[in-house]
């Protein structure tokens, strides 16, 4: 199977709860790979109703304390620039 990625819309900042995320999901008993698409507020709704608060805060804090604090060189990567999420 081959992904084509010109089907994945370009991520923009700020995130707004109506922006798309897609992707691939295997459902059915074929488990044929599908594309899915959530807006941003489906998806809190779907973690946030799986994993309590407080985990999920320490998972974002400590995904957001990985990303460069120097902004990188390459356009449209996600960094923290001095506490605030950023793409360069």
Do not use: C
């Not at 507020?41 to 995904?63: E, R, Y």
């Not at 990567?77 to 950023?86: E, K, P, R, V």
């Amino acid at each position: 199977m081959s992904l084509n990625f010109g089907q994945f819309p370009v991520p923009t900042l700020p995130i707004a709860a109506t922006d798309k995320i897609v992707g691939y999901q295997l459902v059915g008993p074929s488990l044929l790979p599908t594309l899915a698409q959530y807006t941003v507020a489906q998806l809190g709704v779907a973690i946030g109703s799986n994993i309590p608060a407080a985990t999920f805060g320490a998972l974002m804090l400590a995904w957001f304390n990985s990303l460069p604090t120097v902004r990188p060189g390459t356009s449209g990567i996600l960094w923290n620039n001095g506490g605030t999420l950023a793409q360069s």
